[in-house]
């Protein structure tokens, strides 16, 4: 072994992978900070009583789930400044196709959560004078948010491991960066610290989450 034996030789390979675990990052965060509120948007447009209006999300819905991350990272690239003349830089367009792509996964997850509130508790809103945007977020969204904890932790989980999809159109995240290391020391080590890097931060995930279920725990259903 080229570094599990040499602990100088691993320091110096996570230090020249920084760079990777930064652009990791960089599009874990970004997805989560656009996808988050635009799933919640999505979602209550898809429960629109106008077809006009729910049609179309619908079918935004069935394509970003319907179809490969990978289709859409290469689509978002190369259609995009075809169809509008607008070059999107490499890391803009993994950000851009992660976003919309985890935004449809988690309107339905919002939309599953909303939908299982009583409607009696809606209704009781309306009796004590609430507006129906009142009602939404002082009775039904604290509810949904702790319905949707869990399967929303594993579209985080699963956001973790997506992030490596962002080779394929050559950002330097940190699965590439472990490749080109391993291509050119011929070692498998640096992927199995990529590797150990994922998990780091899908342990932190889980920690978050489980930290924030038992802060909900107060909501009894």
Do not use: C
Not at 1 to 27: H, K, W
Not at 105 to 114: C, D, N, Q, S, T
Not at 148 to 173: F, G, Q, R
Request: hydrophobic fraction near 55%; proline fraction near 4%.
């Amino acid at each position: 072994m080229q570094y599990f034996n040499n602990p100088e030789a691993l320091i110096r390979l996570v230090l020249s992978m920084r760079d990777g675990m930064a652009a990791t990052l960089a599009i874990f965060g970004s997805t989560l900070v656009f996808s988050l509120p635009l799933g919640l948007l999505v979602a209550l447009l898809r429960m629109n009583r106008h077809r006009a209006v729910s049609a179309p999300v619908s079918l935004y819905i069935l394509v970003m789930r319907g179809t490969p991350l990978m289709l859409q990272i290469f689509a978002i690239y190369f259609a995009i400044p075809m169809w509008t003349g607008m070059n999107l830089d490499r890391m803009s367009a993994t950000i851009l196709a992660f976003s919309l792509n985890y935004a449809a996964y988690f309107a339905e997850i919002f939309r599953g959560g909303i939908q299982s509130i009583p409607v009696g508790q809606l209704e009781a809103g309306q009796v004590l004078g609430m507006t129906r945007a009142q009602t939404f977020f002082h009775i039904v969204m604290p509810q949904m948010i702790k319905r949707v904890l869990l399967p929303v932790s594993n579209e985080v989980i699963t956001l973790v491991k997506d992030t490596s999809l962002a080779n394929i159109i050559a950002v330097a995240e940190l699965f590439r960066a472990a490749k080109n290391e391993a291509s050119r020391t011929a070692s498998v080590e640096p992927l199995f610290v990529a590797g150990l890097f994922y998990l780091l931060m899908n342990g932190a995930v889980t920690l978050f989450f489980s930290s924030m279920n038992r802060r909900l725990a107060y909501y009894k259903e």
